[in-house]
């Protein structure tokens, strides 16, 4: 496929920042949208916009077969064995505090234990770290090896008969660090313990399939992938349906109330109260339509080499350290120095039109991990450029010389 015409489906691409045409590598903190995204959400409102699941009408039926088969097309997308399994949320951060609050609270009882990783968004720490501390548990963060992945001594040595929950990320928001979540699913589930996987970064990237996993929970955003933001996914393996209550009361979940006791749907409704994001519903399905029409194949492929070319380059600059593997890696590279502070940096590149993410990427354990306060992060898509990486570690390269300067020469 020709990346001339992927990068017209992204008019954003062609905007200009301070002056400077814009090279976007923010990406593991949001994706841009397509135009035919774009133009799904405002002609949903334009010509569709009504509630779903409540009226007779036309409209409200039109807008319930589209939330509906977006359901369909998602349980499709992370290969889940049937919409049901599958609940729409705001986001991986709502996902996660909905598995919280909806199945772990009722396991959180006596001395129980909660293993999550140095690896994890603050999305999946810390609504496990609010659980541990208000029901008297334990939370357990499996470290870092030398290497930059998880320690799997440690895991193996941590899920006990205790452990209610492994809570882990499959792609790191800091280094990229690709996590085996099969063997690591495998691992827990010899040991009678559920997992959570947060696949809000691998799911641009990664084929995903929760069947071939055996996940037990899986949860994703869709800003990240080419969608709205305000939009996400939760999966739920069906047999832990029995095992759910819903924590957020309203319309839409229930089809009964009698002698003053609701009678609650069932999944996906049992976990959806109130009016959903339904234009951004509509949206994140021409995102996951777009992603299947240029492949997932063709966005491994381009990311994986626009990556591995940018590590390589970042590698390279004198006094930068790359955080984490080298390979086997996401879309993103974090580097930190003694030369500059990612603040100053990012600021610096942001006027020379380079958009990357400064600070712990609300990821303070990986940094901490690492030894290290915050750091700077470059997160390529496949509709970056090899010319653009080139631009912007040569962007970057000014920008250490010139804080170079300004701290006295620290290099
Ligand atoms: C690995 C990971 N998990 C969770 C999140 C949180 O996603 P959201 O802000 O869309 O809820 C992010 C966002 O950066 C992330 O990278």
Redesign the pocket.
């Known amino acids: 496929m020709d990346i001339c015409s992927v990068r017209q489906d992204f008019p954003i691409l062609d905007r200009t920042v301070n002056g400077r045409k814009l090279i976007y590598l923010d990406n593991?903190?949001t994706t841009q949208m397509p135009s035919q995204v774009l133009s799904a959400y405002s002609q949903h409102y334009f010509s569709d916009n009504a509630n779903v699941h409540r009226g007779v009408h036309t409209l409200s039926d039109i807008s319930t077969e589209k939330l509906e088969s977006a359901r369909a097309a998602a349980a499709l997308f992370i290969g889940a064995p049937s919409p049901e399994c599958v609940v729409f949320t705001?986001?991986?951060?709502?996902?996660?505090n909905t598995v919280a609050r909806a199945w772990a609270e009722n396991k959180a009882t006596g001395d129980f234990s909660v293993v999550t990783t140095a690896m994890?968004?603050?999305?999946?720490y810390l609504p496990w770290l609010d659980l541990c501390r208000r029901r008297g548990g334990k939370l357990i963060e499996i470290p870092l090896g030398p290497d930059g992945r998880l320690d799997i001594d440690a895991l193996k040595d941590n899920l006990t008969p205790k452990t209610i929950l492994f809570a882990v990320?499959?792609?790191?928001?800091v280094t990229g660090s690709v996590n085996d979540v099969k063997k690591l699913i495998d691992l827990a589930h010899s040991k009678g313990v559920p997992v959570l996987i947060?696949a809000?970064?691998a799911a641009r990237e990664f084929p995903i399939s929760v069947s071939e996993l055996d996940a037990d929970f899986l949860?994703l955003?869709a800003?990240?992938m080419l969608g709205p933001?305000g939009v996400?996914l939760l999966y739920i393996a069906e047999r832990h349906f029995k095992e759910l209550a819903p924590f957020r009361l309203g319309g839409g979940m229930i089809s009964d109330i009698r002698d003053g006791t609701p009678v609650y749907e069932e999944m996906p409704h049992l976990l959806e109260a109130g009016t959903p994001n339904i234009g951004g519903i509509v949206a994140f399905h021409e995102a996951i339509r777009y992603i299947e029409g240029v492949s997932r194949g063709y966005i491994t492929e381009r990311e994986t080499m626009l990556t591995s070319r940018l590590r390589e380059m970042l590698s390279q600059l004198q006094g930068v350290r790359v955080l984490g593997p080298t390979d086997n890696v996401g879309s993103c590279v974090s580097v930190v120095s003694n030369r500059f502070h990612p603040y100053d940096a990012a600021v610096l590149l942001d006027k020379l039109g380079v958009a990357v993410r400064s600070g712990t990427?609300?990821?303070i354990p990986c940094h901490r991990a690492f030894g290290v306060e915050g750091s700077l992060r470059f997160s390529p898509a496949f509709y970056n450029t090899e010319e653009e990486i080139d631009t912007a570690v040569d962007a970057f390269d000014r920008v250490l010389h010139i804080l170079g300067r300004a701290s006295g020469g620290l290099s």
Do not use: I, P, R
């Open positions: 593991a903190a705001s986001g991986t951060t709502d996902s996660v994890e968004h603050h999305s999946n990320t499959y792609v790191s928001n947060d809000a970064q949860c955003s800003h990240k933001s996400g990427h609300c990821s």
